[in-house]
């Protein structure tokens, strides 16, 4: 086999669909120190693809043509000169940005992650699960008998956060938008499950969470995080993993300013974005990939079946419709 097939960006817009187009190109050999995988399952980021096409991710400028995707898990076919850690056939994982769509890949030795199967359930820990886990505990300083309320708990990056708050000893507010969904977290120990589209969140939280929210994990946006701000518990932190209701166009809200809700509570908002924590996240890996192997964590990966990479196209627009429960993957084996 000759041909290494893969997905870019050919035109800047709003539609992955209409932006993006599968080439080929000639399999890639190793350099000195690299290693060729050859990808089973690559991690579908909705959004993500979605503000690429438009153009509109901070840390990378789009110049098409454009390489995508950014996670996948893989074997190791070939390996350069003075590779020591890898051998043929080790799985792996990646994390590189632009190298997730396509069906091999070259990256540095240091970049290929040894994991015990290159499985979807790996993959929906690395990197969303690593995330997850820096995200409660470098930006929310999250402890133990806390309130903690998280948006899109069903996500690949929500549900993670919602095993590790409750398996931390917190009482789990969870949020999400249909009733499989809520279903999933009650099978997670959630302690309250909320379905936005049939209840309030505003409605519950002041009922029985008035200003008792110690920790708030938000990757919506919108009406959620506002309803979270007005919440915070004296000294609680609203950690923003994303803003999935709020990307195109961005909206302009009229209301008084944030820090009229945060300063007499002295509670506070924060950013979360992994690669300003890349240096915590090797051990971050290693934790979660012990706590799986002992079955203390189980990250969820949605059960619709995508094949092939001409695939990703639905999966993207499944994804960004809001119907996954766990992280979505597509088979590219």
């Known amino acids: 086999m ?186 997670l120990g959630a302690h309250r499950v909320v379905n936005y589209k049939k209840e309030s969140l505003k409605d519950v939280l002041e009922a029985d969470y008035k200003d008792k929210i110690d920790i708030a994990m938000d990757s919506v946006g919108g009406a959620l995080f506002d309803t979270l701000v007005d919440n915070l518990a004296p000294f609680g932190r609203l950690v923003v993993c994303g803003f999935t209701s709020d990307r195109v166009p961005t909206e302009t809200v009229a209301q008084e300013r944030i820090y009229t809700k945060l300063y007499w509570k002295a509670a506070s908002v924060r950013g979360y974005m992994n690669y300003r924590f890349a240096e915590f996240a090797p051990a971050a890996r290693d934790r979660l990939l012990q706590l799986y192997a002992a079955g203390e964590i189980r990250p969820l990966v949605d059960d619709k079946e995508f094949k092939g990479l001409d695939s990703v196209v639905d999966a993207v627009e499944y994804l960004l419709a809001g119907d996954n429960v766990g992280k979505l993957v597509v088979d590219l084996r």
Not at 167 to 176: P, T
Request: glycine share 10%; with cysteine.
């Open 2 to 187: 000759s041909s290494n097939q893969k997905i870019i960006i050919h035109t800047v817009g709003a539609s992955f669909r209409e932006c993006t187009e599968i080439v080929d190109e000639t399999i890639p050999e190793p350099g000195p120190g690299q290693v060729l995988v050859r990808q089973h399952f690559a991690g579908v980021n909705g959004v993500y693809d979605q503000m690429m096409c438009l153009d509109r991710v901070d840390h990378t400028r789009v110049i098409p043509p454009a390489d995508t995707g950014v996670e996948s898990v893989g074997i190791v076919a070939s390996v350069g000169s003075r590779v020591q850690q890898h051998a043929v056939g080790d799985a792996v994982a990646v994390v590189n940005v632009g190298f997730g769509y396509r069906l091999w890949q070259v990256c540095d030795e240091v970049d290929a992650i040894p994991v015990p199967a290159a499985s979807p359930e790996v993959l929906a820990l690395i990197p969303s699960g690593v995330s997850a886990l820096l995200a409660l505990e470098k930006t929310a300083e999250m402890g133990s008998g806390q309130t903690v309320c998280i948006t899109a708990a069903a996500g690949g990056l929500g549900n993670v956060l919602t095993q590790l708050a409750i398996n931390a000893g917190n009482h789990v507010i969870a949020v999400c938008g249909g009733d499989h969904k809520v279903a999933a977290l009650q099978e």
